[in-house]
């Protein structure tokens, strides 16, 4: 079992950046494929971006088109933690965020498939 703890979520002005983190605890594993989405009252859980084992000694990333070079998805694997850093933040963005686990290795871009959930952090970006 895998448990994920998201943090660093809060108040933040519009074009500002805020640092997401998502600590792993449990039987989790360098291998498995971790993604970022963030749902508002009333609607689906969107997208937001990936993160999974590609190749030796890569990691593949992707990023939902709305965020692309605005975010940047990243794990520390010996920390067992995933990061999420936002730049250029803007009201569209608040947002529950939440981390997702999926055992399996590659790109995934559906909440479906991801079968481990932390509890979200609120972003709110103000403007």
């Known amino acids: 079992q895998v448990q994920l703890v998201e943090s660093g979520g809060g108040l933040v002005q519009a074009g500002g950046s805020l640092r997401l983190s998502c600590a792993a605890s449990?039987?989790?594993?360098?291998?498995?494929?971790m993604g970022w989405f963030r749902q508002t009252p009333g609607k689906e859980r969107e997208f937001v971006a990936t993160?999974?084992?590609?190749?030796?000694?890569?990691?593949?990333?992707y990023y939902a088109d709305s965020v692309k070079g605005r975010f940047t998805i990243s794990r520390d694997s010996a920390k067992n933690t995933v990061y999420l850093q936002m730049n250029s933040l803007k009201p569209e963005d608040t947002a529950v965020y939440y981390c997702a686990a999926n055992p399996r290795t590659g790109t995934f871009i559906t909440s479906h498939e991801y079968s481990y959930w932390g509890q979200g952090t609120q972003v709110t970006v103000s403007s």
């Open positions: 993160i999974t084992w590609e190749r030796p000694y890569t990691y593949y990333t």
């Open positions: 449990g039987r989790t594993s360098s291998t498995y494929s």
